[in-house]
């Protein structure tokens, strides 16, 4: 049974930091892409980054580059999500997902976490 578990969300302020992790397990991920989501209060869900397990390319939402950085480590089975200068339209629940494709697009993942809040107040 694959499982993603979310950790690292929190309270910050504006210009802060903050490290999501992102546990992966029940499957051999060596051919797929892990991404985060975040999703604001009555907003939809929107596209973060996303990082291929094999080769480490990265993408990542425009309103985000330059600010937030997302990496694996292959012995943790983990990825992370490092963001720096945080703003308060970054406030948000923070979803992990997994999928054979590194699209930007939430419908073309498999595999979902419960989602780690993040708030960055001003």
């Known amino acids: 049974q694959v499982q993603l578990v979310e950790s690292g969300g929190g309270l910050v302020q504006a210009g802060g930091s903050l490290r999501l992790s992102c546990a992966a397990s029940?499957?051999?991920?060596?051919?797929?892409?892990l991404g985060w989501f975040r999703q604001a209060p009555g907003k939809e869900r929107e596209f973060v980054a996303v990082?291929?397990?094999?080769?480490?390319?990265?993408y990542y939402a425009n309103s985000v580059k330059g600010r937030f950085t997302i990496s694996r480590d292959n012995a943790k089975n983990t990825v992370y999500l490092q963001m720096n200068s945080l703003k308060p339209e970054d406030t948000a629940v923070y979803y992990c997902?997994?999928?054979?494709?590194?699209?930007?697009?939430?419908?073309?993942?498999?595999?979902w976490g419960q989602g780690t809040q993040v708030t960055v107040s001003s």
């Open positions: 997902a997994a999928g054979r494709l590194a699209t930007h697009s939430s419908n073309t993942y498999d595999y």
């Open positions: 990082i291929n397990w094999s080769d480490s390319s990265t």
């Open positions: 029940g499957r051999t991920f060596s051919n797929w892409a």
